[in-house]
């Protein structure tokens, strides 16, 4: 029997390379499909989704707005911070001490889609945004190139431990500026896949993830292996902790109402248009 393919890319960052591990290391039954896998950058990953490369792929949330039209979110494999999430940083000696200071700045940011900028704009207020990629935001922050940057993935941990100062955590700030989590990353799936494919294919990655935490060490020492980042064991295991877990499953109440909330800081900052999450997300 012909096995109907579906493309699948993902950020190379330990929780997503976890999260499809068992899927890619042909762990779990994949019945009538035969899966492709895509790794690349996060922001690579937002401007192929707007020319509809893959079935499935990695999005920053707040890139959704603007692939709505072709593309369902999944409610397994987001990543949420809950009182933690993106780093700001400042070069040591920085006059700068807090993020109020940074209105009006120029700050690195990881790319315009990606929600980390979405969450600073409604967490700091008006800045000039200096997109580049998010490995190279720490040297720009120490060279003086920006006033600050914005640290995702795992090079949001141990910033000091960089050579760089942290001033700030958008998941924290987040939290006590609107008691919510914070939405950082989730899947999208191509509408035009149809309803059967969709329950199908969103069912099996739900279960890749959840052989993953099931075999977590194994999982974990693989998935590192394609992470850009310099961590050990242990900073690896505290990254799974905190964005693969139960909000990995399903997307809960609070998640929903802290998306609806980035969409409208990206509405009313004119980054993205006015959108609705009544058919956004695939049940």
Avoid at 224 to 235: E, H, N, P, R
Wanted: net charge negative.
């Amino acid at each position: 029997m012909t096995k109907t393919s579906i493309s699948i890319a993902y950020s190379p960052d330990t929780d997503d390379a976890f999260m499809v591990h068992a899927l890619r290391a042909g762990l779990i039954d994949t019945g009538a499909y035969e899966f492709t896998f895509t790794a690349a950058d996060i922001q690579q990953l937002n401007q192929a989704a707007k020319d509809g490369v893959y079935d499935v792929t990695a999005i920053s949330i707040a890139a959704y707005p603007g692939l709505a039209a072709e593309y369902l979110l999944m409610p397994i494999g987001a990543s949420i911070g809950d009182d933690f999430g993106p780093a700001i940083i400042v070069k040591p000696g920085s006059h700068i001490e807090q993020p109020s200071q940074l209105q009006h700045r120029k700050i690195a940011v990881p790319g315009l889609q990606t929600s980390a900028y979405f969450a600073a704009r409604g967490l700091i207020g008006a800045f000039t945004a200096v997109p580049m990629s998010f490995l190279d935001i720490g040297d720009a922050v120490l060279s003086g190139a920006v006033d600050a940057g914005i640290l995702i993935h795992e090079l949001q941990l141990n910033c000091e431990q960089r050579g760089l100062k942290k001033i700030g955590d958008l998941g924290l700030m987040w939290s006590e500026r609107y008691h919510l989590p914070l939405p950082l990353g989730a899947n999208a799936i191509k509408r035009n896949l149809g309803a059967d494919v969709i329950t199908d294919v969103t069912a099996i990655m739900r279960r890749s993830i959840e052989v993953g935490l099931t075999n977590r060490h194994a999982t974990l020492v693989e998935a590192m292996k394609s992470s850009k980042a310099d961590l050990d064991l242990t900073g690896g295991e505290k990254y799974i902790s905190m964005y693969v877990n139960r909000r990995s499953l399903a997307l809960q109440t609070d998640v929903r109402e802290a998306i609806t909330q980035l969409f409208a800081i990206g509405a009313d900052s004119g980054l993205c248009g006015p959108i609705s999450l009544s058919d956004a997300i695939y049940e």
